[in-house]
């Protein structure tokens, strides 16, 4: 039975709303003890609506923020997971992962920085149809790697299925370096991956959700809705 914790909701606002308030709560009893919070958020369509929550009561200018992963496209791209990020949170110190003129530089200059604010008062992950979280892909070349829970936190350069397939993604290893983990996900096909992999069913186990729901440090607290 794995240890993780599965939260349905109805409707996907009263899972935002849910997901949302135990953010906070998380993040302020971080800054109830230190001056600064580091929070690691995704991209796409179900973040943009969960900033929102988190803006009308959290005090951005102490939070330190960086998208768990990045397309290679330019930051004001309607692409940018930072650009997503920084229109939500604006008064947040929010990191561009383009830290370089090429991709390898920019992972190991992002990745560096990365190390100063571990760890990281949450990590909330999103996933894909065909179980990738933050741009960690099946079949990815460097996949194995990128998912050793020992290995040296940091950040890499990745390769997508799709266009724009050139990624910048944390390795499972920076990305577990939250003192809170969490999963998004919207959907009946997410629901189905979620299921097998808690059930450890062997075909799942190939998948980088596997990885992050099974080797988890911590209880994965899961938001669904359909």
């Not at 997901?19 to 179900?46: C, E, F, K, V």
């Not at 577990?176 to 069913?201: P, T």
Request: proline content about 9%; overall charge negative.
């Amino acid at each position: 039975m794995s240890q993780n914790l599965l939260h349905c909701h109805v409707q996907r606002d009263a899972c935002l709303h849910a997901l949302a308030a135990d953010l906070l709560a998380q993040i302020q009893a971080t800054l109830a003890q230190q001056p600064r919070a580091g929070l690691i958020l995704p991209g796409g369509s179900s973040p943009r609506a969960l900033l929102p929550l988190l803006a009308q009561q959290l005090d951005s200018q102490r939070i330190d923020l960086s998208p768990s992963d990045e397309r290679w496209v330019a930051a004001q791209a309607a692409e940018s997971n930072w650009q997503l990020l920084h229109q939500g949170l604006p008064q947040a110190n929010c990191l561009d992962p383009r830290q370089g003129a090429t991709l390898p530089q920019s992972a190991s200059s992002w990745g560096e920085q990365l190390a100063q604010w571990s760890p990281f008062s949450a990590v909330l992950l999103g996933m894909g149809e065909d179980g990738h979280i933050a741009s960690l892909f099946p079949g990815m070349p460097g996949l194995a790697a990128a998912l050793d829970p020992q290995a040296e936190p940091a950040a890499l350069p990745a390769l997508a299925p799709q266009e724009p397939r050139e990624r910048l993604s944390l390795n499972l290893a920076m990305l577990q370096r939250g003192q809170w983990l969490g999963l998004l996900a919207f959907g009946e096909a997410k629901r189905a991956l979620i299921e097998a992999v808690l059930a450890d069913q062997p075909a799942s186990r190939g998948l980088p959700l596997y990885v992050w729901l099974q080797r988890s440090p911590l209880p994965v607290n899961i938001y669904w809705a359909p």
